[in-house]
Each structure stands twice: as C-alpha cells, then as structure tokens.
C-alpha cells in the first residue's frame, strides 16, 4: 500500500489541509455509524463522475469496479482537471493496473490535497470504502474547494452561498447539508433564485417533499444539465441524509448557476461603492448642518456685541458685564468646542473622499472652513469690543456720579449762601440811617464785595463740572444745564445788583463819617475766615475716587498738609474773636449801649465757633475714610499680585505645551495606535490642568468686581490666556485627528506598520525646520531619494495631487495619501460600470427590477431614485442609465 500522508506538503492553507483530514476522519466515522449512506453516496458519486466522463464519451456503472484499472480515473482527472497525465499503461496485468492508479493519485496529491490511507492496491482491489473516500477526496478539490464567498471558501463558502440565494423563501432554512435538504423546498428555491420561469415556488408543499424533490431533480437534469444524482425516497426515508452526498449534488448547483454568483460579485462591488457614498453624503449633510447652525449663531451674537446702547447707571452697565461674563463663561464654551470638532469632521472626511478615490467636499458658498474661521476671528474681535467699551463705559459713568453729586452739592451750598441777598441788595434802609449807620452799611457792603468775589470761584467751579457732564454726555444734562443756568443768571443779576448798592451808598458816604473800626476789622477778617472755614468742610465732605494707591497717597499727603495748617487757623479763629471781645470792653468801659449785632457781618462769633466745632469733627472722619480707601487699595494690590502670579505660570504653562505638543507630533514613536493612546492620555493630562485656569477665572472675576483695570505685575490679561487656552486645546485636537487619519489611510490602503514608520523617517528627515511641513524642494529631494527620477512636468503633477491648494507646503498627510496613491489599488468608475454591466446582462442599459433584485433593498432604492432615465435607441421601458450614474460617483459628472 502507497500512503500519500506526505506526497505534497504545497497546500494551499493550513486550514485548508486540517478541513480535508477532518472531512476524511468524518468518512471512516460515517461509514460505521450510518452503512446507509453508502447508498446515497455511490449513487452521487457516480452521477457526478459520469457529468464530467460523458464529456469524454463515457462513463461508469460501478464505481468501484470500473476505476480499477486506473484508466477511467485519469481519464475522469483529466476532464475536471483540464490538463493532461502521464501516458497511461495499457496492460491487464495488476501492476499496470497499480501504476495507473499511482499516477492519478499522484495528481491528485500534486494539487496539494493530502491522501490518508489511500492507496493504489485498495483502488485495484475494488475496496469501495476507499474508491468511495478517493472520490469524495476528488469532488471537495475540484467542486467543492474553490467556492468562495465573502472572503469563507469551500464548505462554508457553499453554505453561506445557499443561504442567501434562498433567504427570501418561506419554509426555507439552510443550516446544514443534511437534514436542511430533506423536504426538497432548498433545492427548489435555488433553480426558483436563478430560473423563476422553470418553477412554480408557491404551489409547493412543505408536507409534500417527495414531489418536491422529484420536482427539483427533474427540473435540474432537464433544464439545468445537471444529472439526477439521488432518490427522493432515499432522502426522504433516511433520519439524516448523507452530507458530503448533499454537499456535491448542491455545489453542482453552485457551479450551473456560476454566472449568478458574478452577478452577486458584481452586486457585492456596487454596495461597497454605494456604502462609502452614502456614508461619504451623510458627513456632508452633518457638516453643513453643524456649520450653519454655528454660523447662525455667530451671526445672532456678534449684533449683541456690537450694540453700544449707553446706560444710565453704574449698576445697568455693571448688569451688562454679567451678561457678558455668562456669555463667555456658560454660551461660548460648547461653541469653541463644536467648531473644533466641524473641523476634524471636514478633516475626516476629505481624508475618507481621498482613500476612496472621490473627489474632494467643497462645502456650499459660506460655509468653508476658513468662512468659519474668519467669522469667528470677527466674533472675537466683536468680543473684545465690546468689553472694552464696558469697562469705559463703567468708568465714564462713575465719573459722570462723582461729578453730578459734585455738581449738586456745590449748587445746593452756593444756593445757600444767595438765599436772600437780592432782597438785601435792593432795599432802601440807608435812606433813614444816620451818618454812622450809612458808614456801616457800606462797610458791611464793601464785605459783602469781599463775600462775593470769594464765591466766584465756586461758581466757575460749578460751571466747569457741568460743561465736563455735557461733554460726558451725562444723561440728565438737561437739569444740570438749567440749574446752572439759573445760578448764573442769579450770579449776573447779584453783581449788578452789589454795583448798584455800592454806588448809593457811595453817593451817601460823605455825608456819613462815624464808624466802628473795630466792627469793621472784624467784618474783614471774619468774613474770609468763615468762607476759609465753609471751604474746609466743604473740601471734608467732598467725594473722591481713587484706583490705586499712588493717588489715595496723594489724598493723604494733602489732607496732612490741610492739617498742619489748623493751628495758624486757629491763631486766627482767636484772633477774629479778641476783635469781639475788644469791642464788648471798649463798650463796657465807655458805657456805650450797643444797638445789636455788628452791622458790617453777619457772621457772629458763635457761628464762627460753631463752623469751628464743625470743621474740627469732619478731621478724624476724613482720615478714617481715607484710611479705609488705602486699606481698599492694599487689598486690590492684593488681589493684582495673586491674579498675576497665577497668570504668569498659566501662560508659562501654555506656551511651554504649545512647544511641546510642536515637539511630539514630529518625534512620535511606536505603533499608530500606540501614538493615538500616547494623544489622548496627553489630552488628560492636559485639560487635568483645567482647575488652574479657573482659578485664574476666579481671580479675574475679583479683579472686575473691584474695578480694577490695570495690572503692573504681569503682561498678561485674561483675554490673551483664554485665546493660548483654547488654541493649545484645538492643537492637542487637531494632532490627535491627524493620527486618526493615518490610521484610516493605513486600514484603508493596506499600508503596513513598517511601512508607515519608513514614511514618517522620511518625511522627519526631509523637514528641516521640523514645522510638520516641507517646502517643494525639500519634497523633491524626497521623492528622489525614494528612487524616483522626476522631470519638471512629472514634480508639477504630483505637486498638483499634494499641494492642491498651491500653498508650496506639503503635509505628511497629502505626503502619506500620495505614498499609498501611488502603492495600492482602489475602485474606479470603470470597475462600477463593468459590475452593472453584469448585472444588466451584458445590456448597455439596467431596470429597477434587476436592481431590486441584485441588491439590498435601501441601495437599490437609492441608484433607482440617481439613475436618469436611460435614451439609447436600444431603450426599453423603464430603463436606467447607470453608466452616467458611475462616473458621477467618482465627480466626473453631477449626480
């Protein structure tokens, strides 16, 4: 005995090897558990044998009787085989016999098919275990091995092939090669698949499998070519029907309806394409949802921003600041992040249009990316607008409420003091007055002169603070305005009225020359006293606003010196006083009664003493004020150092990870994946780093609640940290979308790890300013480098693919894209035509029934709404144009 175990060690797989051992252990197993099925199989095998030996005009009767010469199995060999053996022997004698057995098996084993225990001698002797076993050895490497569907082969192959031919059958389940098979409604349903004009499926009964499985092999070996190969009653009466029987009546099947299968190849092929399509649509119609709806709302905000409506008060304008606050803090966020991920989005799909030979997405007019940008780049030009304008306007209004209480109360004290002076301007008492009387009203006159031109001052003053109101633009200028007014109309109205007075009592004074100099001395110097005194309170009670400590310093200072003059005033106080008291003894001694108050002022030692009191009370007031204003002011430089030291390490911080992040997207090592994990455990670490900008958050908040606006401890603002902030996060985003990309390039083109680690050092190499990018020439050298010889129209082209916008900068990206362009293989519009045109049956034009039929049913749907209507002369009801329909898929025509 010849033991073939190792005649052949070229098989084609290691699982195809172990299916035939398994398969040849399962034929020793089934021989002994079912002898049966030897039936069934001696009446398949030699069905099967004499459709391929009636070729050569043969055939056998006896399967193990008639291949004992081995002239009948060459001969079978050669048929199936389509090639040519060695020279057969044409002795009677065994060893002829012998040989020409050997010279089969050895064939058999040259295809790379192992034979267990099969030997010559067993085949000569007639041993029909073995004949049977050789046979069916035969059939899985002719018929059987090279079914192929959707990447399964052989059994599996035929299998999956059967189920889905009859997926659409009711009753029909194929799960197996036996007992699937034994009401006879599988075999029907695949003659019914390929051939409905041969079988009427729906009068057919489950209960009924002996007609139905007549019906099937009579229809088959009439129509079909295919020969009968097994008894319905031997199907039917046996509890399990012999599988590898089955199996080599249904891959006859398989091989009849061969030209079908292309067709499901073909149909296979244009789902593929139409899936990417389709996919490849959606994205489009997701990114010009996504980039509407952002640039609608841009658009709605910017307005907002750029509204200038000028409040009234602080606290509306302050109001406004909260909103914005809410804007930036709670609104603008998830905007930064969907406009990152709108353009990872487009990123990711151009990548996908270029892997899949598609032309490149150009979005509708408006919504590019770069229109994105540039409308977001004015967002944030609006933004810093308009917080700038806040901040002014906060200013100019506290400006315009110190002014106006400023105002308000100078008038209110002006008002005061002219209380009644026209009344005392215009009376006529000196027309009954004695010559001292008259001398005294022109004394208290010419004080009252004094009195005046001491107040003008304060007048100017109140006319300076409502011109700087108007040109503030204070909103109740109109009031200031006639207030002001008056009091200079007033002012106007009591100088012609002081010039009239002095000219009448002038016109009286030589007729008067009695006089109180005592009085009078008091009157003069009492009265700029007392104005000194009401200056003084005035200046204690004024308002101010300081912000920072330099000028709350400066009040300080001033207020020291205020008080160092105290004691001189009071030098003078007592003075004014010993005047009184002068006359009060001058009187007493020369027993002169005296007619009442001073006649040349009004102003009486007790007031003066009581303004004293007064003014002196207002001391320790000021101070305590002021003292609290430089404890305010510590307290904010305080607060301008924290924010700054926080803000100095944040931008530290940013700019030494936006190096970083510069770094690491050029020196990346190890596996594609292992890059994308490195990214994104990269990623953590770096929003992990998120407390510290809301830190900064919180101290910038402090900042604005105390209104302060400059920070001579740091160069940075909050605004300049949120832009590197979002920048440095849109970087960490854009890396990680380009490791994406590589890995779907890779998946995509079948670009190998080692392949991609070649192109990166290549590229790492040639990038000399390390920027991610290389200009022409460098790229150039490259492609040199790589072997290729480049005239200037060939460079010109491949730049064109690389660098389509003409920016003269090639990424490794466009460099790895081109790379696997050029190494792989892709669908065209040529390999969709050709795959319709199988469907169609070699027609130049298809139907919406074919379609339907061929494909799934939402792609076909989908090509039978695209297809236009087809016009040739050989056009048929109904027909469809699916080759315009393939060259729009690949952008050569609009769909």
């Known amino acids: 005995m010849v033991d073939y175990h190792n005649a052949n060690n070229q098989s084609s797989t290691g699982g195809e090897q172990m299916t035939n051992m398994e398969q040849e252990n399962d034929w020793d197993r089934d021989l002994l558990l079912d002898p049966a099925w030897e039936k069934q199989q001696r009446k398949t ?40 053996l060695p020279k057969p022997e044409r002795g009677k004698m065994r060893v002829h016999k012998i040989n020409n057995v050997n010279k089969a098996l050895d064939f058999i084993a040259s295809k790379g098919v192992k ?34 569907v959707d990447e399964t082969s052989a059994k599996e192959g035929l299998l999956l092939w059967c189920q889905r031919k009859t997926a659409p ?24 698949r390929h051939r409905p004009d041969l079988i009427d499926y729906d009068r057919l009964r489950k209960d009924d499998p002996v007609t139905n499985l007549n019906n099937a092999f009579e229809v088959a070996e009439k129509h079909l070519d295919i020969p009968k190969m097994l008894d319905a009653e031997d199907i039917v009466n046996t509890a399990r029907p012999d599988e590898k029987a089955i199996m080599t009546y249904v891959s006859s099947f398989y091989h009849a309806f061969s030209g079908a299968q292309k067709a499901e190849t073909a149909a296979n092929r244009i789902c593929k394409v139409l899936a990417v399509n389709q996919e490849n649509e959606q994205m489009m119609e997701d990114y010009e949802k996504l980039a509407s709806e952002l640039l609608e709302w841009i658009r709605r905000t910017i307005p907002w921003l750029e509204n200038r409506t000028q409040e009234k008060t602080v606290n509306d304008m302050q109001a406004k600041q909260e909103d914005f606050r809410d804007y930036r803090c709670v609104h603008k966020p998830p905007k930064v992040q969907e406009k990152c991920q ?9 990548t996908k249009l270029r892997l899949s030979n598609r032309p490149a997405f150009m979005p509708s007019e408006g919504r590019m990316v770069s229109d994105i940008n540039g409308a977001w780049h004015n967002l944030e030009g609006a933004e810093k607008g308009y917080e700038e304008w806040i901040l002014s306007e906060i200013r100019r209004l506290e400006r315009l409420e110190h002014l106006a209480e400023k105002f ?12 009644g002076k026209e009344a005392m ?64 109309d007033q002012w106007d109205t009591l100088g012609a009225f002081t010039q009239s007075r002095k000219e009448s009592l002038e016109r009286t004074e030589k007729q008067l020359e009695s006089i109180d100099e005592l009085y009078l001395e008091y009157a003069k110097r009492a009265a700029p006293f007392n104005n000194w005194m009401e200056g003084a309170m005035e200046d204690l009670q004024d308002m101010f606003i300081v912000h920072n400590i330099e000028e709350i310093q400066g009040l300080i200072t001033a207020h020291e010196q205020f008080k160092s003059t105290l004691a001189e005033a009071n030098k003078e106080r007592e003075a004014i006083q010993a005047i009184q008291a002068e006359v009060q003894k001058i009187a007493k001694s020369n027993s002169i009664k005296l007619s009442g108050a001073n006649p040349y002022t009004t102003i009486t030692p007790e007031s003066i003493d009581g303004k004293w009191e007064k003014a002196m009370a207002m001391v320790p007031l000021r101070d305590n004020a002021l003292q609290d204003e430089l404890n305010k002011q510590n307290s904010n430089d305080t607060l301008r150092a924290k924010f700054a030291t926080q803000a100095n390490t944040v931008g530290a911080y940013i700019q030494a990870k936006m190096e970083e992040i510069g770094r690491i997207s ?46 001579q401890y740091t160069s940075y603002t909050m605004e300049h940290l949120r832009v590197g902030w979002e920048q440095l996060l849109t970087t960490i985003a854009r890396t990680i979308n380009e490791v994406e990309n590589q890995i779907l390039t890779r998946d995509a083109k079948g670009i190998s790890q080692e392949q991609l680690y070649e192109y990166r050092a290549s590229f790492n190499h040639f990038d000399k300013k390390r920027s991610g990018q290389m200009v022409s020439e460098d790229f150039r050298a490259l492609l040199i480098s790589t072997g290729n010889s480049l005239g200037d129209s060939e460079f010109t082209r491949i730049m064109g693919i690389v660098d389509p916008n003409g920016s003269g900068a090639v990424t490794f990206q466009a460099f790895i894209d081109f790379m696997s362009r050029e190494t792989t293989d892709t669908d065209t519009a040529d390999q969709v035509i050709a795959s319709f045109k199988i469907l169609a049956a070699d027609k130049t034009f298809i139907t919406a029934e074919e379609l339907r039929r061929e494909l799934p049913p939402d792609q076909a749907e989908y090509c039978i709404a695209r297809m236009a209507p087809y016009s040739g002369a050989d056009a048929v009801p109904g027909a469809l144009d699916y080759m315009s329909f393939s060259t729009a898929l690949y952008g050569e025509s609009d769909l």
């Open 425 to 488: 301007l215009t009376q006529k008492d000196y027309e009954t007055s004695t010559l001292s009387e008259v001398k005294a009203l022109l004394r208290k006159h010419e004080a009252f002169e004094s009195d005046l031109a001491a107040h003008q001052d304060r007048v100017e003053q109140i006319a300076a603070i409502a011109q700087e109101l108007n040109e503030l633009d204070y909103y109740d200028s109109a009031s200031v305005n006639a207030r002001c007014q008056k009091i200079c």
């Open 342 to 350: 709108l353009e990872i989005s487009f990123n990711t799909l151009q």
């Open 408 to 419: 308000h109360q100078k008038a209110a004290i002006h008002e005061s003091w002219t209380d």
């Open 45 to 84: 095998f030699t069905a099967w044998c004499n459709s391929h030996l009636r070729k050569s005009g043969t055939q056998i009767e006896n399967i193990e009787e008639d291949f004992r010469d081995g002239l009948k199995l060459m001969l079978l060999l050669e048929v199936i085989a389509g090639e040519r």
């Open 666 to 711: 050029i020196e990346m090592n190890g596996t594609l994946e292992d890059q994308l994990t490195s990214l994104k455990e990269y990623q953590k670490t770096i929003m992990s780093y998120m407390p510290e900008i809301n830190t900064l958050e919180g101290y910038h908040q402090l900042i604005q609640e105390a209104l302060i606006f400059d920070n």
């Open 115 to 148: 034979l267990v225990s099969i030997g010559a001698e067993e085949i000569v002797d007639g041993n029909a275990k073995m004949t049977l076993g050789m046979i069916w050895t035969i059939i899985l490497r002719f018929a059987i091995q090279d079914i192929s």
């Open 169 to 192: 059958y009711k009753n029909v389940n194929v799960q197996n090669f036996h007992i699937s098979w034994k009401d006879g409604l599988a075999f029907n349903a695949l003659i019914h």
